[in-house]
């Protein structure tokens, strides 16, 4: 049964303002799915990629380093 927690809350970054190549990421699923689901902001009906929480944690990090 799929209740209202389980709907992905989509956000974007605050630094994503240009209206250009954004992703959106929903991290409401860590605690209930373990996953960040990503898709892209230009197309909200198109694919998305769940990634496990941690491999996402570790992109950010190496994102957040550079």
Not at 11 to 32: D, H, P, Q, R
Not at 34 to 49: E, N
Request: glycine share 10%; proline share 6%; net charge positive.
């Amino acid at each position: 049964m799929t209740t209202r927690t389980d709907s992905p809350r989509w956000f974007k970054s605050s630094y994503s303002n240009n209206g250009g190549n954004c992703i959106e990421v929903a991290t409401n699923l860590i605690a209930s799915r373990g996953v960040v689901p990503v898709r892209d902001s230009k197309r909200p009906g198109g694919p998305v990629l769940d990634f496990a929480a941690g491999v996402f944690a570790t992109f950010v990090a190496g994102i957040q380093a550079k």
